[in-house]
Nanobody, 114 residues
Framework: QVQLVESGGGLVQPGGSLRLSCAAS????????MGWFRQAPGKQREWVAT???????IYDDAVKGRFTISRDNAKNTMYLQMNSLKPEDTAVYYC????????WGKGTLVTVSS
């Protein structure tokens, strides 16, 4: 049974930082391309960043230079370090795992507000 469990969300002030984690089980984590998506209230889910099985990273322009995606294959875990957070980063953040099939976590809420 595949499980992706996000954690690390919460309330943070503008300019602050958070680190999200995505713990995976039930998959051969090291062969999967992993990604972060987010869905703001009243909006569609959008892609944030991807890290390939080979470690290549790709970012949406909205987060480039502020967010860093990484993975630890020994721990079957992916991370998203989010710095210089803005109110428009407020969303539920989802992790995804893709290797032909695509799997999703249930999300973790990030709220950026003063």
């Amino acid at each position: 049974q595949v499980q992706l469990v996000e954690s690390g969300g919460g309330l943070v002030q503008p300019g602050g930082s958070l680190r999200l984690s995505c713990a995976a089980s039930g998959i051969s984590f090291n062969i999967y391309n992993m990604g972060w998506f987010r869905q703001a209230p009243g909006k569609q889910r959008e892609w944030v960043a991807t890290i390939t099985s080979g470690g290549r990273t790709i970012y949406d322009d909205a987060v480039k230079g502020r967010f860093t995606i990484s993975r630890d294959n020994a721990k079957n875990t992916m991370y998203l370090q989010m710095n210089s957070l803005k109110p428009e980063d407020t969303a539920v953040y989802y992790c995804s795992a893709n290797y032909g099939l695509n799997f999703w976590g249930k999300g973790t809420l990030v709220t950026v507000s003063s």
